[in-house]
Protein backbone atom coordinates (compact mmCIF):
# COMPACT_ATOMS: atom_id res chain seq x y z
CA UNK A 1 0.00 0.00 0.00
CA UNK A 2 1.37 3.80 -1.04
CA UNK A 3 2.82 5.56 1.98
CA UNK A 4 2.57 9.60 2.59
CA UNK A 5 5.94 9.73 1.76
CA UNK A 6 6.27 7.87 -1.42
CA UNK A 7 2.65 9.89 -2.61
CA UNK A 8 4.40 12.62 -2.01
CA UNK A 9 7.61 12.38 -3.77
CA UNK A 10 5.43 10.60 -6.78
CA UNK A 11 3.79 14.35 -6.97
CA UNK A 12 7.13 16.27 -6.44
CA UNK A 13 8.59 14.11 -8.72
CA UNK A 14 5.93 15.23 -11.21
CA UNK A 15 6.13 19.11 -11.00
CA UNK A 16 9.81 19.31 -11.06
CA UNK A 17 9.25 17.87 -14.95
CA UNK A 18 9.20 20.88 -17.29
CA UNK A 19 5.43 21.93 -17.95
CA UNK A 20 5.14 20.22 -21.27
CA UNK A 21 6.16 16.74 -20.21
CA UNK A 22 3.83 16.68 -16.77
CA UNK A 23 0.90 14.01 -17.53
CA UNK A 24 -1.73 15.79 -15.36
CA UNK A 25 -3.73 12.73 -15.73
CA UNK A 26 -1.59 11.20 -13.46
CA UNK A 27 -1.26 14.05 -11.58
CA UNK A 28 -4.90 14.89 -10.52
CA UNK A 29 -5.45 10.71 -9.76
CA UNK A 30 -2.01 11.54 -7.29
CA UNK A 31 -3.51 14.33 -5.86
CA UNK A 32 -6.80 12.90 -4.61
CA UNK A 33 -5.14 10.27 -3.20
CA UNK A 34 -2.61 11.84 -1.03
CA UNK A 35 -5.54 14.53 0.19
CA UNK A 36 -7.24 11.00 1.43
CA UNK A 37 -4.18 9.48 2.85
CA UNK A 38 -3.95 12.49 4.70
CA UNK A 39 -7.58 12.37 5.78
CA UNK A 40 -7.64 16.08 4.02
CA UNK A 41 -11.88 16.87 2.99
CA UNK A 42 -10.76 19.29 0.47
CA UNK A 43 -7.98 19.98 -2.16
CA UNK A 44 -7.91 24.28 -3.24
CA UNK A 45 -6.37 24.53 -6.34
CA UNK A 46 -5.64 28.57 -6.48
CA UNK A 47 -4.21 30.11 -8.84
CA UNK A 48 -2.38 33.62 -8.44
CA UNK A 49 -0.37 36.03 -10.77
CA UNK A 50 2.56 33.93 -11.54
CA UNK A 51 2.02 30.58 -9.79
CA UNK A 52 -0.68 27.80 -8.67
CA UNK A 53 -1.01 27.11 -4.81
CA UNK A 54 -1.94 23.63 -4.12
CA UNK A 55 -3.53 23.71 -0.44
CA UNK A 56 -5.24 20.88 1.51
CA UNK A 57 -7.58 21.02 4.22
CA UNK A 58 -7.09 18.76 7.06
CA UNK A 59 -8.82 18.38 10.26
CA UNK A 60 -10.78 21.76 9.20
CA UNK A 61 -7.64 24.16 8.83
CA UNK A 62 -5.84 24.65 5.59
CA UNK A 63 -2.25 23.50 4.42
CA UNK A 64 -0.19 24.68 1.89
CA UNK A 65 1.29 20.91 1.66
CA UNK A 66 3.62 22.11 -1.81
CA UNK A 67 4.63 25.15 -0.83
CA UNK A 68 7.87 25.13 -1.77
CA UNK A 69 6.95 23.94 -5.81
CA UNK A 70 5.79 26.67 -7.75
CA UNK A 71 3.00 25.08 -10.35
CA UNK A 72 3.42 26.48 -13.80
CA UNK A 73 0.10 28.80 -14.80
CA UNK A 74 0.54 26.15 -18.03
CA UNK A 75 -0.15 23.15 -15.93
CA UNK A 76 -3.06 24.62 -13.90
CA UNK A 77 -5.30 25.57 -17.38
CA UNK A 78 -4.45 21.64 -18.03
CA UNK A 79 -5.45 20.02 -14.67
CA UNK A 80 -8.53 22.59 -15.02
CA UNK A 81 -9.96 20.75 -18.14
CA UNK A 82 -8.96 17.52 -16.65
CA UNK A 83 -11.16 18.31 -13.73
CA UNK A 84 -14.13 19.29 -16.43
CA UNK A 85 -13.73 15.97 -18.37
CA UNK A 86 -13.66 13.95 -15.81
CA UNK A 87 -16.83 15.53 -14.33
CA UNK A 88 -18.53 16.22 -17.51
CA UNK A 89 -18.69 20.02 -17.41
CA UNK A 90 -17.96 22.44 -20.52
CA UNK A 91 -14.17 22.75 -21.47
CA UNK A 92 -15.24 25.80 -23.21
CA UNK A 93 -16.95 27.60 -20.93
CA UNK A 94 -14.31 30.19 -18.83
CA UNK A 95 -16.46 32.77 -17.24
CA UNK A 96 -19.47 30.58 -15.28
CA UNK A 97 -19.53 28.82 -12.13
CA UNK A 98 -19.67 25.07 -12.61
CA UNK A 99 -20.61 22.14 -10.33
CA UNK A 100 -19.89 18.51 -10.37
CA UNK A 101 -19.04 15.19 -8.98
CA UNK A 102 -16.43 12.65 -10.06
CA UNK A 103 -14.99 9.75 -9.26
CA UNK A 104 -11.38 8.28 -8.60
CA UNK A 105 -10.58 4.21 -8.71
CA UNK A 106 -7.87 3.30 -6.19
CA UNK A 107 -5.60 0.65 -5.88
CA UNK A 108 -5.54 0.66 -2.39
CA UNK A 109 -8.43 2.93 -0.67
CA UNK A 110 -11.21 1.91 -3.31
CA UNK A 111 -13.55 4.28 -5.30
CA UNK A 112 -12.90 8.00 -3.86
CA UNK A 113 -16.00 10.10 -4.64
CA UNK A 114 -14.84 13.66 -5.86
CA UNK A 115 -16.99 16.75 -5.35
CA UNK A 116 -16.04 19.68 -7.94
CA UNK A 117 -16.91 23.23 -7.56
CA UNK A 118 -14.85 25.37 -10.38
CA UNK A 119 -15.70 29.56 -10.49
CA UNK A 120 -13.89 32.17 -12.10
CA UNK A 121 -11.25 34.41 -10.84
CA UNK A 122 -9.36 37.16 -11.31
CA UNK A 123 -5.88 34.87 -12.36
CA UNK A 124 -7.63 32.18 -13.51
CA UNK A 125 -10.09 29.60 -12.14
CA UNK A 126 -10.29 28.25 -9.23
CA UNK A 127 -11.24 24.86 -8.39
CA UNK A 128 -11.97 23.22 -5.01
CA UNK A 129 -12.24 19.15 -5.20
CA UNK A 130 -14.27 17.90 -2.07
CA UNK A 131 -12.65 13.96 -1.13
CA UNK A 132 -16.32 11.79 -0.10
CA UNK A 133 -14.82 8.26 0.45
CA UNK A 134 -17.06 5.32 0.04
CA UNK A 135 -15.10 3.05 2.53
CA UNK A 136 -15.82 6.13 5.40
CA UNK A 137 -18.72 4.21 7.17
CA UNK A 138 -19.87 5.41 10.36
CA UNK A 139 -22.41 4.13 12.71
CA UNK A 140 -24.26 6.23 15.20
CA UNK A 141 -22.20 3.82 17.64
CA UNK A 142 -18.98 5.38 16.08
CA UNK A 143 -20.03 9.01 16.09
CA UNK A 144 -18.99 9.60 19.47
CA UNK A 145 -21.60 10.28 21.32
CA UNK A 146 -21.56 10.39 24.78
CA UNK A 147 -23.72 7.04 26.37
CA UNK A 148 -26.74 9.24 27.95
CA UNK A 149 -26.92 11.31 24.81
CA UNK A 150 -26.52 7.84 22.11
CA UNK A 151 -29.50 6.64 24.35
CA UNK A 152 -31.38 9.76 23.51
CA UNK A 153 -30.98 9.43 19.78
CA UNK A 154 -31.81 5.67 19.76
CA UNK A 155 -35.08 7.05 21.13
CA UNK A 156 -35.72 9.60 18.99
CA UNK A 157 -34.57 7.25 15.71
CA UNK A 158 -36.91 4.71 16.75
CA UNK A 159 -40.09 7.39 16.71
CA UNK A 160 -42.38 6.69 13.78
CA UNK A 161 -42.86 10.52 13.02
CA UNK A 162 -41.17 14.30 14.58
CA UNK A 163 -38.09 16.06 13.83
CA UNK A 164 -34.59 15.43 14.05
CA UNK A 165 -32.47 18.71 13.79
CA UNK A 166 -28.62 18.45 13.80
CA UNK A 167 -27.37 22.27 13.35
CA UNK A 168 -23.86 24.03 13.55
CA UNK A 169 -21.87 26.04 11.26
CA UNK A 170 -20.79 24.81 7.77
CA UNK A 171 -18.29 21.97 8.08
CA UNK A 172 -19.61 21.02 11.68
CA UNK A 173 -19.99 16.88 10.37
CA UNK A 174 -24.16 17.44 10.50
CA UNK A 175 -24.55 15.41 7.01
CA UNK A 176 -22.32 12.93 8.55
CA UNK A 177 -24.86 13.04 11.23
CA UNK A 178 -27.74 12.27 9.61
CA UNK A 179 -25.87 10.16 7.21
CA UNK A 180 -25.22 8.23 9.78
CA UNK A 181 -28.42 7.93 11.11
CA UNK A 182 -29.87 6.94 7.53
CA UNK A 183 -28.10 4.22 7.37
CA UNK A 184 -29.46 2.62 10.09
CA UNK A 185 -33.04 3.55 9.34
CA UNK A 186 -32.20 2.07 5.88
CA UNK A 187 -34.10 -0.94 6.22
CA UNK A 188 -36.32 -2.68 3.00
CA UNK A 189 -39.47 -1.90 4.72
CA UNK A 190 -39.33 1.86 4.59
CA UNK A 191 -38.70 4.27 2.31
CA UNK A 192 -36.55 7.22 2.80
CA UNK A 193 -36.64 10.36 0.33
CA UNK A 194 -33.62 13.36 0.53
CA UNK A 195 -33.84 16.27 -1.02
CA UNK A 196 -30.39 18.28 -1.15
CA UNK A 197 -27.80 20.63 -2.62
CA UNK A 198 -25.82 18.89 -2.99
CA UNK A 199 -25.87 15.24 -2.84
CA UNK A 200 -22.96 14.11 -0.30
CA UNK A 201 -23.08 10.57 -0.83
CA UNK A 202 -25.26 7.90 -2.37
CA UNK A 203 -26.73 6.08 -0.28
CA UNK A 204 -28.10 2.61 -1.86
CA UNK A 205 -31.54 1.82 -0.96
CA UNK A 206 -32.86 5.59 -0.91
CA UNK A 207 -34.23 8.19 -3.65
CA UNK A 208 -31.62 11.33 -3.46
CA UNK A 209 -32.90 14.12 -5.01
CA UNK A 210 -30.36 17.35 -6.19
CA UNK A 211 -32.22 20.40 -6.00
CA UNK A 212 -31.95 23.00 -9.07
CA UNK A 213 -32.74 26.39 -9.11
CA UNK A 214 -32.88 26.52 -13.23
CA UNK A 215 -35.67 24.35 -13.11
CA UNK A 216 -37.35 25.57 -9.72
CA UNK A 217 -36.58 22.80 -7.84
CA UNK A 218 -35.58 24.29 -4.76
CA UNK A 219 -35.94 22.57 -1.05
CA UNK A 220 -39.47 23.57 -0.52
CA UNK A 221 -41.04 22.86 -4.17
CA UNK A 222 -38.83 19.20 -4.05
CA UNK A 223 -40.58 18.48 -0.74
CA UNK A 224 -44.04 19.14 -1.50
CA UNK A 225 -43.76 16.70 -4.37
CA UNK A 226 -41.91 14.15 -2.11
CA UNK A 227 -44.99 14.44 0.11
CA UNK A 228 -47.05 12.62 -2.58
CA UNK A 229 -44.45 9.94 -3.16
CA UNK A 230 -45.65 8.19 0.43
CA UNK A 231 -42.07 7.94 2.17
CA UNK A 232 -41.90 6.91 5.42
CA UNK A 233 -38.44 8.89 5.97
CA UNK A 234 -37.67 11.95 4.86
CA UNK A 235 -34.59 14.11 4.82
CA UNK A 236 -33.87 17.55 3.86
CA UNK A 237 -30.62 19.17 3.42
CA UNK A 238 -31.47 22.28 5.53
CA UNK A 239 -34.48 24.32 6.34
CA UNK A 240 -33.49 27.72 5.10
CA UNK A 241 -37.11 29.60 4.45
CA UNK A 242 -40.44 29.70 5.79
CA UNK A 243 -41.73 27.74 3.24
CA UNK A 244 -39.50 24.66 3.42
CA UNK A 245 -39.69 25.25 7.60
CA UNK A 246 -43.86 25.23 7.06
CA UNK A 247 -43.95 21.93 4.52
CA UNK A 248 -41.58 20.24 7.23
CA UNK A 249 -43.05 20.49 10.22
CA UNK A 250 -46.27 19.53 8.68
CA UNK A 251 -44.57 16.45 7.11
CA UNK A 252 -43.59 15.63 10.70
CA UNK A 253 -46.62 16.08 12.37
CA UNK A 254 -48.68 13.92 9.92
CA UNK A 255 -46.70 10.81 10.66
CA UNK A 256 -43.20 11.11 8.78
CA UNK A 257 -39.80 11.12 10.32
CA UNK A 258 -37.93 14.40 9.32
CA UNK A 259 -34.60 14.62 9.41
CA UNK A 260 -33.10 18.31 8.54
CA UNK A 261 -30.20 20.97 9.75
CA UNK A 262 -30.29 23.85 10.68
CA UNK A 263 -27.34 26.82 10.72
CA UNK A 264 -27.48 27.82 14.37
CA UNK A 265 -24.87 28.76 17.26
CA UNK A 266 -26.19 25.97 19.21
CA UNK A 267 -29.14 23.75 20.40
CA UNK A 268 -31.25 25.88 21.82
CA UNK A 269 -31.22 28.27 19.38
CA UNK A 270 -33.28 26.01 17.22
CA UNK A 271 -36.36 26.65 18.33
CA UNK A 272 -36.35 30.49 18.24
CA UNK A 273 -34.91 30.19 14.76
CA UNK A 274 -38.16 28.14 13.50
CA UNK A 275 -40.89 30.59 15.36
CA UNK A 276 -38.75 33.59 13.29
CA UNK A 277 -39.95 31.63 10.42
CA UNK A 278 -43.42 31.87 11.35
CA UNK A 279 -44.06 28.08 12.56
CA UNK A 280 -46.24 28.14 15.03
CA UNK A 281 -45.28 27.75 18.52
CA UNK A 282 -47.29 24.46 19.54
CA UNK A 283 -46.18 23.07 15.79
CA UNK A 284 -42.62 23.35 17.04
CA UNK A 285 -43.64 21.91 20.64
CA UNK A 286 -45.67 18.96 18.92
CA UNK A 287 -43.36 17.83 16.20
CA UNK A 288 -39.44 18.61 17.23
CA UNK A 289 -38.69 15.43 19.09
CA UNK A 290 -34.53 16.07 19.14
CA UNK A 291 -31.83 18.67 18.68
CA UNK A 292 -28.08 18.23 18.11
CA UNK A 293 -25.76 21.06 18.38
CA UNK A 294 -22.35 19.84 17.25
CA UNK A 295 -18.61 21.22 16.33
CA UNK A 296 -15.96 19.28 15.23
CA UNK A 297 -12.56 20.19 17.11
CA UNK A 298 -9.15 18.63 16.23
CA UNK A 299 -7.69 15.76 18.79
CA UNK A 300 -3.95 16.28 19.84
CA UNK A 301 -1.54 14.10 18.41
CA UNK A 302 -0.65 11.09 20.61
CA UNK A 303 2.92 10.85 19.11
CA UNK A 304 4.25 14.42 20.40
CA UNK A 305 1.48 16.12 22.53
CA UNK A 306 3.06 17.92 25.83
CA UNK A 307 1.91 18.47 29.21
CA UNK A 308 0.97 22.04 30.02
CA UNK A 309 0.43 24.17 33.28
CA UNK A 310 -1.93 27.18 33.00
CA UNK A 311 -0.35 30.61 34.78
CA UNK A 312 -2.40 32.30 36.93
CA UNK A 313 -3.24 34.99 34.52
CA UNK A 314 -3.91 32.20 31.59
CA UNK A 315 -6.73 30.38 34.50
CA UNK A 316 -8.20 33.83 34.91
CA UNK A 317 -8.76 34.65 31.50
CA UNK A 318 -10.27 31.26 31.04
CA UNK A 319 -12.41 31.34 33.47
CA UNK A 320 -14.23 34.46 32.00
CA UNK A 321 -15.05 32.35 28.98
CA UNK A 322 -15.37 29.15 30.23
CA UNK A 323 -16.73 29.54 33.75
CA UNK A 324 -16.56 25.21 34.26
CA UNK A 325 -12.82 25.52 34.00
CA UNK A 326 -11.34 24.09 37.28
CA UNK A 327 -7.71 24.82 38.76
CA UNK A 328 -7.63 20.91 39.25
CA UNK A 329 -8.01 20.35 35.67
CA UNK A 330 -4.52 19.13 33.45
CA UNK A 331 -4.06 20.36 30.01
CA UNK A 332 -1.86 19.09 27.40
CA UNK A 333 -0.49 21.40 24.00
CA UNK A 334 -0.04 21.52 20.65
CA UNK A 335 3.66 20.37 19.45
CA UNK A 336 4.73 19.45 16.20
CA UNK A 337 6.27 16.12 14.65
CA UNK A 338 6.54 14.76 11.17
CA UNK A 339 3.76 12.01 11.68
CA UNK A 340 1.30 15.26 12.02
CA UNK A 341 2.51 17.09 9.52
CA UNK A 342 4.13 19.39 12.75
CA UNK A 343 1.00 20.60 13.38
CA UNK A 344 0.78 19.31 16.61
CA UNK A 345 -2.83 17.76 15.62
CA UNK A 346 -4.68 14.62 13.92
CA UNK A 347 -7.88 13.71 13.15
CA UNK A 348 -11.17 15.08 14.67
CA UNK A 349 -13.89 14.77 17.13
CA UNK A 350 -17.05 15.86 17.23
CA UNK A 351 -18.73 17.58 20.50
CA UNK A 352 -21.85 17.56 21.05
CA UNK A 353 -25.21 19.25 22.84
CA UNK A 354 -28.55 17.25 22.51
CA UNK A 355 -31.90 18.73 23.64
CA UNK A 356 -34.73 15.98 23.94
CA UNK A 357 -37.84 17.70 24.00
CA UNK A 358 -39.86 16.94 26.72
CA UNK A 359 -43.26 18.48 28.42
CA UNK A 360 -41.07 21.43 30.22
CA UNK A 361 -38.76 22.35 26.87
CA UNK A 362 -42.23 21.82 25.15
CA UNK A 363 -43.79 24.34 27.45
CA UNK A 364 -41.51 26.95 27.24
CA UNK A 365 -41.39 26.44 23.26
CA UNK A 366 -45.44 27.17 23.39
CA UNK A 367 -44.85 30.53 25.58
CA UNK A 368 -42.07 31.26 23.52
CA UNK A 369 -39.23 31.63 25.72
CA UNK A 370 -35.65 32.65 24.76
CA UNK A 371 -33.18 30.46 23.64
CA UNK A 372 -31.19 31.07 26.94
CA UNK A 373 -34.49 29.58 29.02
CA UNK A 374 -34.69 26.75 27.03
CA UNK A 375 -30.85 26.09 27.38
CA UNK A 376 -30.71 26.22 31.11
CA UNK A 377 -33.77 24.41 30.97
CA UNK A 378 -31.92 21.59 29.30
CA UNK A 379 -28.94 21.95 31.49
CA UNK A 380 -31.57 21.26 34.63
CA UNK A 381 -32.28 18.20 32.56
CA UNK A 382 -29.18 16.80 32.23
CA UNK A 383 -27.53 18.38 28.77
CA UNK A 384 -23.94 18.31 28.77
CA UNK A 385 -23.19 21.58 26.56
CA UNK A 386 -20.76 21.70 24.03
CA UNK A 387 -18.38 23.78 25.43
CA UNK A 388 -18.84 21.11 28.87
CA UNK A 389 -17.87 18.32 26.85
CA UNK A 390 -15.03 19.75 25.05
CA UNK A 391 -13.14 21.01 28.18
CA UNK A 392 -14.02 17.47 29.51
CA UNK A 393 -11.87 16.28 26.46
CA UNK A 394 -9.01 18.76 26.71
CA UNK A 395 -8.78 17.41 30.37
CA UNK A 396 -8.79 14.03 29.30
CA UNK A 397 -5.85 15.23 26.50
CA UNK A 398 -7.58 14.59 23.81
CA UNK A 399 -7.48 18.23 22.91
CA UNK A 400 -5.81 21.50 23.58
CA UNK A 401 -7.26 24.59 25.10
CA UNK A 402 -6.20 26.96 22.19
CA UNK A 403 -8.21 24.38 19.94
CA UNK A 404 -11.16 24.74 22.28
CA UNK A 405 -11.30 28.49 21.72
CA UNK A 406 -10.64 28.62 18.15
CA UNK A 407 -13.59 26.86 17.73
CA UNK A 408 -15.88 28.72 20.20
CA UNK A 409 -15.06 31.30 18.92
CA UNK A 410 -15.69 30.53 14.98
Known amino acids: MADKS ?8 VLAQPAEKISVVQLVDLFVEYAYLLRASDVHIQPEEKIVRIRFRIDGVLHDVFEKIGINKTVHTEMISRIKVLTGLRTDEHLT ?19 VSIIPTYHGENAILRIL ?10 LGFAPADLKKLQNAIGKPYGMILANGPTGSGKTTTLYTILRQLNEPGVSIITIEDPIEYALDGTTQIQTNMDTGLTFASGLRSILRQDPNIIMVGEIRDEET ?18 HTNDAATTFPRLLDMGVPPFLVASTVNLVIGQRLIRKLCEHCKIERKLTADEFKGLKEIIPEVDEKMHFHAAKGCDICHQSGYESRVAVREI ?3 KDDIRELITNRASAQAIKEAAIRGGMTTMIRQALIKASEGQTSIEEILRVVNE
Open 245 to 262: AAIAVNAALTGHLMLSTL
Open 355 to 357: IEV
Open 6 to 13: FLKAEIEK
Open 133 to 142: AETQQFTVET
Open 97 to 115: PQDGRFKVGTKDFGDLNVR
